[in-house]
Antibody
């Protein structure tokens, strides 16, 4: 059974840092692109970042470019999102999602989400 | 960036009604359009990929159509389990973008 389990969320002050993890199981993690998508309270879905199968290719939404970093450890089947210089507007549930295949690009599995709250 | 505009943003319908949700892209995205359903407190679930491909396990009352800039998600006979928020999602070009969502509520 495919599972994605996020961890590392919590309350952080503006300007602080947090690292999210997404533990994958039930599939060959190294074969799939992975993305992070976030959802502010009561709002819609917003793409945040993506990473290629080998970790060499990454991209970010403009809103987090330069502040967030994405990485993966294929030996540990884990995806990461390092979030620095956090702002109130980064408050959201963060989901990791598996991309079914590169060509269609849709997310076939999602984690349960990790809540990040940026507040003083 | 490609803007995805969904309409309506919310609707009220009764069990058994036919419901349609529209998604318009700001430029041609061919058929790189997916639909997700999200219930409160839950992660989204894919319903339709590539504009019209029904995902395994998704009831046949759901269907998707369209290409280019205009897309439709249809629910032929609304069931209690279908009351949720629906999002379209383009994967034609980065940054990937979602529509604003359509909340389907019980009339």
């Amino acid at each position: 059974e495919v599972q994605l389990v996020e961890s590392g969320g919590g309350l952080v002050q503006p300007g602080g840092s947090l690292r999210l993890s997404c533990a994958a199981s039930g599939f060959t993690f190294s074969n799939y692109w992975m993305h992070w998508v976030r959802q502010a309270p009561g709002e819609g879905l917003v793409w945040v970042s993506r990473i290629s199968t080998d970790g060499r290719s990454t991209s970010f939404a403009d809103s987090v470019q330069g502040r967030f970093a994405i990485s993966r450890d294929n030996s540990q089947n884990t995806l990461f999102l390092q979030m620095n210089s956090l702002r109130a507007e980064d408050t959201a549930v963060y989901y990791c999602a598996r991309v079914y295949d590169f060509w269609t690009g849709y997310y076939d599995y999602w984690g349960q989400g990790a809540l990040v709250t940026v507040s003083s | 960036d490609i803007q995805m505009t969904q309409s309506p943003s919310s609707l009220s319908a009764s069990v058994g009604d036919r419901v349609t949700i529209t998604c318009r892209a700001s430029q041609n995205i061919r058929n790189y359009l997916n639909w997700y359903q999200q219930k409160p407190g839950r992660a989204p679930k894919v319903l339709i990929s590539a504009a019209s491909t029904l995902q395994s396990g998704v009831p046949s009352r759901f269907s998707g159509s369209g290409s280019g800039t205009d897309f439709i998600l249809a629910i032929s006979s609304l069931q209690v389990d279908d009351f949720a928020t629906y999002y379209c999602h383009q994967t034609y070009s980065a940054p990937l973008t979602f529509g604003g969502g359509t909340k389907v509520e019980i009339k």
